[in-house]
């Protein structure tokens, strides 16, 4: 799990864990209004 201060971060970090917590890219981009490929981008720089 990710853990930081900035809200950018915070919100790209969130969307990361809330998928691994649903076990579901597109519910967690749905909850977090983000785009699935926006889900990936930000998984492809961690």
Do not use: W
Request: with cysteine.
């Amino acid at each position: 799990m990710l853990h930081t201060s900035n809200p950018i971060i915070k919100h790209k970090a969130g969307l990361l864990n809330l998928a691994e917590e649903l076990g579901n890219v597109s519910k967690a981009c749905k909850v977090m209004g983000a785009s699935r490929d926006t889900f990936y981008r930000y998984q492809e720089l961690v």
